[in-house]
């Protein structure tokens, strides 16, 4: 993907703030922070989301997100922390290269990842549990 700009920082042609480094993922400093450091774990191949990932790197992102928030919550000395993965534009995704947002939290913080719970109806129910099958 020539014009892809994850592929260009995850393979090192775009510089970035690296925590971190293999040879399967990236992981940065994001520029645009939802709080005081959030990360990314960018994988080096292009994948555009999650849909489209292999299973074996779909696996070891989330060991990596692991790792390393469980590091960056020391340095921190965050309360919480959010793992984010945007799908599509219509849930926010901005980027077309798969990636995982870590975001620390502190208590009171202004972060705003949350939403307005709503009800789950019993058509929705009943209309979702109907259809949906993982044969
Ligand atoms: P998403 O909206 O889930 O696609 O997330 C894209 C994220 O990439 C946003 O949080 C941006 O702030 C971040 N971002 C975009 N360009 C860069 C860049 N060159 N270096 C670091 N983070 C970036
Ligand atoms: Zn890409």
Redesign the pocket.
């Known amino acids: 993907m020539k014009e892809c700009?994850f592929c260009k920082?995850a393979n090192g042609e775009?510089p970035?703030a690296t925590l971190y480094e293999n040879e399967e993922f990236r992981v940065?400093?994001?520029?645009?922070?939802?709080a005081k450091g959030?990360a990314?774990i960018i994988p080096k191949a292009h994948h555009a989301n999650l849909y489209e990932l292999p299973d074996e790197t779909a696996g070891h992102a989330m060991i990596l997100a692991k790792k390393v928030i469980t590091k960056m919550k020391d340095i921190l000395d965050c309360d919480g922390y959010n793992i984010?993965?945007?799908n599509g534009e219509a849930a926010?995704?901005?980027?077309?290269h798969f990636?995982m947002?870590l975001i620390p939290r502190k208590e009171g913080d202004h972060a705003g990842i949350s939403w307005t719970p709503g009800t789950l109806t019993e058509e929705d129910k009943e209309e979702i549990l109907s259809k949906f099958s993982m044969e």
């Open positions: 700009i920082i775009i970035s940065i400093l994001d520029l645009g922070p939802a959030h990314l984010v993965q945007n926010g995704q901005t980027v077309f990636h947002h």
